[in-house]
C-alpha cells in the first residue's frame, strides 16, 4: 500500500455532531479510531487520525489546520453521518475538483469500498456528489467526505452501530486502497 491517508472523525469536543437515534460524533469516533485505523494498520501503510476539535467551529478548522501539515501526497479522508429525514450513504468531493480526476478517482474509490458493505446490507446509493464543504474547500490535498448513513433514521443508524458492520466495511475501506495501490487518484 503506497497511499498515505489522514483520517478525519468528524466532530468532537463539545460537539456532538447530528444527533438523531445516536450522536454522530459517537459513530465517527467509533468507525475512525478502532476499526479504520486498525484495518488499514494491517496494510502497512501510513496514516493519521487527526485530533478533534474541542468545539464546534474549532471542529472544522483543526483538523484542516493539521491536515495542511502534511505533504500533498497525503489523502484526507472525512468521517460524517447525515441528518434530515432521509437514508442511505453518500459521498463528497469540493465542487472545483469535480472536473479534477484525481480528486473524483478518490472519490469513486472511497464511495465505492464503502458501497460494497452497505449496499449488501440493504443501504441505499445516494450517490457521489459536489459540494462547497470547508472540510473539502480548505484541505489542501485531495479530500473526501462520507457520510455513512442518516443518525435519524432506526435502519441506518442501527447497521452504523453495529460492530460486525462497522468492521466488515472498514475491512471494505482498506481493501479499496489497497487494490488501487499506486494508481492514479
Ligand atoms: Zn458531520
Not at 62 to 84: D, I
Not at 107 to 112: A, D, I, P, S, Y
Amino acid at each position: 500500500m503506497s497511499e498515505r491517508i489522514l483520517i478525519d472523525r468528524g466532530h468532537g469536543g463539545s460537539d456532538p455532531g447530528a444527533v438523531g437515534q445516536v450522536r454522530e460524533v459517537d459513530i465517527t469516533h467509533a468507525w475512525g479510531a478502532a476499526e479504520l485505523e486498525n484495518a488499514l494498520a494491517r496494510l502497512g501503510g501510513d496514516y493519521y487520525v487527526l485530533q478533534d476539535g474541542a468545539n464546534a467551529n474549532s471542529d472544522l478548522t483543526v483538523p484542516v489546520n493539521e491536515s495542511n501539515r502534511y505533504g500533498k501526497p497525503w489523502l484526507f479522508v472525512s468521517l460524517h453521518a447525515n441528518a434530515g429525514g432521509g437514508t442511505g450513504y453518500e459521498t463528497y468531493i469540493y465542487t472545483k475538483s469535480w472536473s479534477d480526476p484525481s480528486t473524483s478517482n478518490l472519490g469513486h474509490t472511497v464511495h465505492n469500498a464503502y458501497g460494497a458493505v452497505a449496499r449488501k446490507y440493504g443501504l441505499a446509493n445516494r450517490g457521489l456528489k459536489a459540494e462547497d464543504f470547508y472540510v473539502l474547500r480548505e484541505t489542501q490535498r485531495r479530500a473526501v467526505l462520507l457520510k455513512l448513513g442518516f443518525v435519524d433514521n432506526k435502519k441506518d443508524a442501527d447497521l452504523m452501530v453495529k460492530a460486525s458492520y462497522r468492521t466488515e466495511a472498514c475491512k471494505s475501506f482498506s481493501k479499496g486502497f489497497d487494490a488501487r495501490g499506486g494508481a492514479n487518484y
